[in-house]
């Protein structure tokens, strides 16, 4: 399984950037849990959102009601809205998946590559 993130970039305080991350692989291998996390330099990775098979969301304090994380599963896809940015939201951006290996019932952990989205003020 391989997680491709895309969509990082420059942008101006208050403005807009749409993340997307697309996890590869076989279909025996089902994406349970996708997300983001964040690393700004010299500071720990944090959660930023996850969202479930199901549709269900959890989100980081610091980004709720101004990021949206959504997914397509027929697509295996996570995408992470992120509206009205801030300086402090500047970081590399993380996608991760809990995968199921559905003939063993065995789940692993993978993340992306990482993006940046740098945010000027």
């Known amino acids: 399984v391989q997680l491709q993130a895309s969509g990082g970039g420059l942008v101006q305080a208050g403005g807009s950037l749409r993340l997307s991350c697309a996890a590869s692989?076989?279909?025996?291998?089902?994406?349970?849990?996708m997300g983001w996390y964040r690393q700004a330099p010299g500071k720990q990775r944090e959660l930023v959102a996850t969202i479930s098979r199901s549709g269900s969301t959890n989100y980081a304090d610091s980004v709720k009601g101004r990021f949206t994380i959504s997914r397509d599963n027929a697509k295996d896809t996570v995408y992470l809205q992120m509206n009205s940015l801030k300086s402090e939201d500047t970081a590399v951006y993380f996608c991760?998946?809990?995968?199921?290996?559905?003939?063993?019932?065995?789940?692993?952990?993978?993340w992306g590559q990482g993006t940046q989205v740098t945010v000027s003020s």
């Open positions: 991760n998946a809990d995968v199921v290996e559905t003939r063993i019932g065995r789940s692993f952990n993978y």
């Open positions: 692989g076989s279909i025996l291998f089902r994406k349970d849990t």
